[in-house]
């Protein structure tokens, strides 16, 4: 069947830097693509999402961006903190109750 | 407003028993959710309850089942417990609709012996 998937496992960045974590899904009937933050011992936190009729969406130090053209899906972290260090997934919703997920990037900042 | 709540968090069985875990949706949440999330696999849809009934279902054996009260609290139980169902398993909840974003619970880590 059709995933979503995570371009790299890991991603390792300097403090204070940008981070860019992308996603490529293939299932061209989503409808709803989120970003999710998952820290040691704890389940995933609700970052930002995105519908499939927007290109861009802003939130507090993240930016989705979504590239129907080519299934890409990508997650920008401004001015990164050592509180953004964990796995960031990429779900896609398309409308049938249940979410699917991508493998996950683990993040880690540099101090 | 209080967030999703599983209990236990930890549970530690023997293959061949059986588990039943708990989650309390956010409030006013109807819609709950399970996911199964291990290092091989990652995470993955078990099944989805509104109204106390199943409306999606995962690519799960038939020990693997759900349900969900008029307060909609959800449990899940597994039988005949097997090595392999060791894993976090995560409940989700949401307002209603399949476009509603849903809210993870901590989990309840479960180990199989």
């Known amino acids: 069947g059709e995933s979503v998937g995570l371009h790299l496992p890991t991603l390792s960045v300097q403090e204070g830097d940008n981070s860019i974590i992308n996603c490529a899904y293939s299932n061209s009937a989503s409808d709803y693509f989120i970003w999710y933050k998952q820290e040691s011992g704890k389940g995933p936190q609700f970052i930002i999402d995105i519908r499939s009729n927007m290109d861009k969406r802003q939130g507090q130090r993240v930016t989705v961006l979504l590239n129907k053209t080519v299934k890409h899906l990508s997650l920008q972290i401004a001015a990164t903190q050592p509180g953004d260090s964990a796995v960031y997934f990429c779900?896609?919703?398309?409308?049938?109750?249940?979410?699917?997920f991508g493998a996950g990037t683990t993040v880690t900042v540099r101090a | 407003k209080a967030g999703v709540t599983q209990t236990p968090r930890y549970l530690i069985k023997t293959r061949g028993q059986q588990v039943t875990l708990s989650c309390s949706p956010i409030s006013g949440h109807r819609s709950v959710s399970w996911y199964q999330q291990t290092p091989g696999q990652g995470l993955q849809f078990l099944f989805e309850?509104?109204?106390?009934?199943?409306?999606n279902k995962g690519n799960f054996p038939g020990r693997f089942s759900g349900r969900q009260f008029s307060n909609s609290r959800s449990e899940m139980n597994v039988s005949t417990l097997e090595l392999g169902d060791s894993a976090l398993y995560l409940c989700?909840?949401?307002?209603?609709?399949?476009?509603?974003?849903?809210?993870f619970g901590p989990g309840t880590r479960l180990t199989v012996l």
């Open positions: 779900a896609e919703n398309m409308n049938d109750y249940k979410l699917s």
């Open positions: 309850y509104f109204s106390e009934t199943q409306r």
């Open positions: 989700a909840s949401s307002r209603a609709t399949a476009e509603d974003t849903q809210y």
